[in-house]
């Protein structure tokens, strides 16, 4: 009798913990330092992040509401499925080529215990470098649609965090802006931060929080709210601003992305938003070369070297065409002139008016010469359109442009990211990649990943840049520096790279035909190695490169890479990136306004000697910002290089094998 009741005890004594395991699911990262935990309250799903045993997200509230009510009460969870993935794949764009692909999962299913009884399941995934989690909602009984007013996703941060972000206006904008540097505590509740928003905590931890894989959804933003709290922001459909999703089941959200990491440069080597993405959509890729590419707008279509009336005609074309075959450029741009479009259109300031089509070239303009020109050069030809232009006959544009013999086009103006502007991108995408055509997005929201799927994608702007040059003095290296640690770890920054003509900051003078820059020449350099995009602008015109010292390392550089390391490393104040591309590696360094001196070891090179070529700022660039040294050495990987960087100045290094 004795034996039999201790067994009743040590059964009921079981009971709470059987209880808690249906009350909680823990995912632990696969190295064991990073830790996600989850817990079922009355009230709602609750969630918590540590690495290194140190809290970075302390308890967060899960919650959704829908027009048939909101989720998060009184929820069950049933068996959670724990799995691990160890796998590897290869990007046909960038900044890494074969990727390790290593997490541990939990498919959480939630479930409701009273009407409407809906049923979704948290997915969470533990990276070595952070965590990630969605929702998914599964095919059921009664439920075969949702509208989505609101995704309740909280972040609350642990401790005060330096905060470094984006602050916008509204839903609708270009995603530019400068950004703010100041502990959280001190951030202004209720204003919309665009993501990433990176966050530095005293204990030499970073966080990074962003979204993946965003399909068929709305963008989201966080805000400050007035408890302190942070909390997730879909940007609604148009026309009003309560529905923010509407969706057929099955169904998923975008990944909810932390990157997490000991050092500055780890978010920025992170590679989580593509292994988040999905497998590559486009069966045959041979055809997808990333390059660089002139962008006449930016210099005025500068051509001061010749005899002929620049316009929109071939003859401008073809000297910028004849540029980039003198000099190893990819592609040419063809955009306007006099603020005028190269195709059709009747409408002000780039607008499309009533009469517009983007299916046919002025009449000063031959678009298959242009096209059948460059291709006996060597160089592919691409356009600027209007998404409005573009989209209204995109089947028709974009069978027209194949015939023409076009390779690409940057699509402009788009400035949302509700899920109708969401599912036009991909659908631009799909179907450009289907006429063999690649796709730069302007005036758009930051990237998630998918150019791992649609590796037709080989940049976007959402972000200021040097574009602002042309009209604007507040441009700097400081903003600059705040690109790696931001808008870049969502993935390829457009920025208008290559302004050849640097004055002090005291000399500057807003000039919308060859705009002047005010970084050194080795910052601007640096630039395309610190930067991540496929498709890297050479905004200038030709003279101002031709002859001039540093131009023989921008056409060098690639705009796709086989690895990316980052040595150094300081949020908004300096960041030092290593890239290979074969067996080349290029390093970038940029700083702020504060001169500073990079040491970089070249433990990552591989057994024996390397040529390297060293571009760092001369003595005097601050009289003369262009002026650089170059010095040509012989390195192994026990070398440790010196860069001195001057103020608002960078370096730039080209290692080869000897």
Not at 265 to 276: D, F, K, Q, Y
Request: charged share 20%; with cysteine; proline share 5%.
């Amino acid at each position: 009798m004795r034996n039999k009741f201790l067994v009743l005890l040590m059964a009921i004594s079981a009971l709470p913990g059987l209880i808690l395991a249906q009350k909680s699911a823990k995912i632990t990262s696969p190295d064991g330092k990073v830790v996600f935990l989850l817990n079922l309250t009355a009230k709602s799903p609750v969630y918590s992040v540590t690495y290194k045993k140190q809290p970075v997200i302390n308890a967060s509230a899960l919650t959704l509401n829908f027009d048939n009510g909101a989720w998060g009460q009184g929820l069950k969870m049933s068996k959670v499925a724990y799995s691990k993935t160890d796998t590897y794949y290869d990007l046909v764009v960038g900044k890494a080529k074969h990727i390790r692909n290593n997490y541990s999962e939990a498919v959480i299913p939630l479930s409701e215990t009273a009407a409407p009884f809906r049923k979704i399941n948290l997915v969470v995934r533990a990276y070595n470098d952070g965590i990630a989690f969605r929702y998914t909602f599964p095919k059921q009984a009664g439920w075969d649609n949702y509208t989505l007013y609101d995704e309740n996703t909280r972040f609350n941060l642990n401790g005060d965090p330096k905060a470094l972000v984006l602050f916008l206006p509204n839903y609708t904008s270009s995603h530019e802006g400068p950004y703010t540097n100041e502990p959280y505590s001190q951030l202004k509740a209720g204003e919309l931060m665009d993501m990433p928003v990176t966050f530095e905590y005293s204990n030499n931890i970073y966080l990074a929080i962003t979204e993946a894989h965003v399909v068929n959804y709305a963008g989201m933003y966080l805000s400050k709210t007035a408890d302190g709290g942070l909390i997730g922001k879909l940007s609604p459909l148009p026309g009003q601003e309560k529905v923010k999703v509407k969706a057929v089941l099955p169904h998923s959200t975008p990944w909810r992305t932390a990157i997490i990491g000991d050092r500055a440069g780890a978010l920025i080597e992170s590679n989580m938003l593509t292994n988040l993405g999905g497998d590559c959509k486009i069966e045959d890729t041979s055809w997808i070369k990333p390059g660089k590419a002139t962008f006449p707008w930016w210099n005025g279509t500068v051509v001061p070297d010749t005899t002929f009336a620049p316009g929109n005609n071939f003859e401008t074309n073809k000297y910028y065409i004849d540029f980039c075959a003198r000099n190893g450029i990819e592609y040419h741009s063809v955009v306007e002139y006099g603020q005028h479009e190269w195709y059709v259109n009747d409408g002000p300031d780039f607008l499309p008016g009533p009469n517009v089509d983007a299916t046919k070239s002025i009449t000063s303009l031959d678009m298959k010469q242009i096209c059948d020109y460059g291709k006996s050069k060597g160089v592919a030809i691409r356009v600027w359109v209007h998404w409005k232009a573009l989209y209204s006959v995109i089947d028709k544009a974009f069978e027209q442009y194949e015939k023409w013999g076009l390779s690409g086009m940057m699509v402009d103006f788009m400035d949302r990211d509700d899920q109708e502007m969401i599912q036009i991108q991909e659908e631009i995408l799909q179907k450009a990649a289907k006429h063999h055509l690649h796709i730069q997005f302007h005036g758009s929201c930051k990237p998630s990943g998918l150019h791992r799927m649609y590796p037709n994608e080989f940049t976007r702007e959402g972000t200021r840049n040097y574009e602002v040059y042309k009209w604007d003095t507040t441009m700097n290296a400081s903003h600059d520096i705040a690109m790696p640690f931001t808008r870049m770890l969502a993935g390829a920054t457009d920025y208008h790279l290559g302004g050849f003509r640097s004055v002090p900051q005291s000399k500057f003078k807003i000039k919308f035909r060859s705009p002047l820059v005010t970084s050194t020449r080795c910052h601007m350099l640096a630039m395309y190695v610190v930067l991540e995009s496929y498709l890297g602008m050479v905004c200038d015109y030709p003279a101002a490169y031709e002859g001039q010292p540093g131009f023989d390392v921008l056409r060098a550089i690639p705009t796709t890479w086989d690895e990316t390391l980052v040595p150094n490393a300081a949020i908004n104040k300096y960041v030092t990136i290593a890239r290979r591309h074969g067996d080349n590696w290029f390093i970038g360094a940029i700083t702020d306004k504060q001169a500073r001196n990079q040491s970089v070891s070249l433990s990552f090179l591989g057994a024996g000697e390397y040529i390297a070529d060293i571009y760092t700022d001369a003595g005097n660039t601050d009289t003369d910002p262009n002026h650089l040294k170059k010095e040509t050495r012989t390195v192994t990987t026990k070398d440790v290089l010196q860069l001195p960087l001057a103020s608002n100045g960078g370096a730039v290094v080209k290692i080869s094998k000897k």
